[in-house]
């Protein structure tokens, strides 16, 4: 639940989605980058701790938004 909602909210600053309370895609990266970093390091905490499903869900999140993450720096 944590990294879904972790998720939901990496693609809402990264303008995946809109915000659901304005209707509108805006873009945080400054934000974004806080929520991933989030994420990766519950990635890597978590090292081990997981089973395949959980561990396949965060590091498909992690690898999504980081790369829409740099898409967006350029």
Known sequence: MLVQQLSA????QLGMTPNPITRKT?????????TVGILETLLFKTAGN???????????AVRDMKLKL???KK
């Open 50 to 60: 997981l089973n395949k499903a959980e561990d396949a869900l965060l590091s498909a």
């Open 9 to 12: 909210s990496a693609s809402m």
């Open 70 to 72: 740099q898409e967006l």
């Open 26 to 34: 805006e873009v945080n990266l400054q934000a974004a980058e806080m």
